[in-house]
């Protein structure tokens, strides 16, 4: 394969990775700031959490590293329902720098608590034999761990697109982000749904930062450093949209590779250029409704 096909192949394959993990940490988030129009800057804090119990599980109990996910993200979902009932809904309808406030004020806490308990060094996971050196796809071979990431992303794609768009809780979930007063009036439990999203999205979100372990490596500043990242997916993608988080994150998460591989010392220019050229264009986000 000629040198440029090559790199080429590298960065959509690499790009492909990236954008998986962007997605998963992303969705959760970009669908509970639509439905309720909550700024929560701890969403960040809730994938570290993830990260750092999948950390615990298989290093300290011995829990295989797939199993160690699915516990991660169940745990984190069913904690994330007691910040939401007990702090969230205190703030609902407050204005947005109040929930600013509070919830940037619990990622700084989640940084403390887990740099007291862990450490500050970043921490990795030992990952079964099968997860481990390259997969032969006949013209290339990739590294399987990035490859079990894109397969991840790609059923969870599926599975949330059934949910969303073929089951009834689905349809209550895009009626009460389209128009909330009117899913209130037609009989919709608003704050159940969105207490049950929100346990959901902070799930993902700790798959997210359990699968990004291996990539990135993990430590307390996880919290807030890829905070900003799944911040730029939302407001690219448009509030609320499924589908519009899905293309932002494969744009950014493509393009952001290709600018570190081609241009490495210009650093996280290129995702931040290409945020700007969209939300220009269309400053509700790709699939974002305009006010």
């Known amino acids: 394969m000629p040198q440029y096909a090559n790199i080429a192949v590298s960065i959509l394959f690499d790009g492909l990775a990236y954008a998986m993990f962007l997605f998963i940490v992303s969705v959760g988030l970009s669908v509970t700031m639509g439905l309720m ?3 929560n800057l701890a969403h960040g804090a809730f994938a570290m959490a993830g990260g750092y119990f999948v950390v615990s599980l298989t290093t300290q109990l011995g829990v295989p590293f797939v199993p160690a ?3 991660s993200s169940v745990m ?3 904690i994330s329902v007691v910040f939401e009932r007990l702090l969230y809904t205190r703030l609902y309808k407050a204005g947005e720098l109040d929930q600013v406030l509070l919830t940037i004020g619990l990622a700084f806490m989640a940084i403390a608590t887990f740099t007291y308990f862990y450490g500050p060094i970043p921490k990795s996971v030992p990952l079964p034999s099968w ?4 997969v032969n796809l006949g013209f290339r071979a990739f590294p399987t761990y990035r490859a079990f990431l894109i397969g991840v992303g790609v059923f969870l794609i599926a599975v ?7 089951t009834n809780i689905g349809a209550k979930i895009r009626a009460a ?3 909330r007063r009117m899913a209130q009036s037609v009989g919709i439990n608003v704050d159940l749904l969105f207490t049950a999203t929100f346990a959901v999205g902070s799930g993902l979100a700790a798959l997210g930062g359990g699968l990004a372990i291996q990539l990135f490596g993990l430590n307390p500043s996880f919290a807030v450093v890829y905070l900003v990242l799944f911040l730029i997916v939302v407001a690219v993608g448009g509030l609320g949209s499924m589908k519009g988080t899905l293309v932002a994150a494969l744009v950014l998460g493509v393009f952001d590779t290709a600018g570190k591989y081609l241009l490495p010392d210009a650093g996280g220019f290129f995702i931040y250029a290409i945020t700007l050229l969209i939300l220009l264009v269309k400053p509700a986000g790709l699939y974002g409704r305009e006010q």
């Open 37 to 39: 129009g909550f700024v």
């Open 69 to 71: 996910l699915l516990i």
């Open 76 to 78: 984190i979902a069913l």
């Open 131 to 134: 997860l481990e050196g390259q």
């Open 160 to 166: 949330l697109w059934y949910t969303f768009e073929r």
């Open 177 to 179: 982000v389209d128009n």
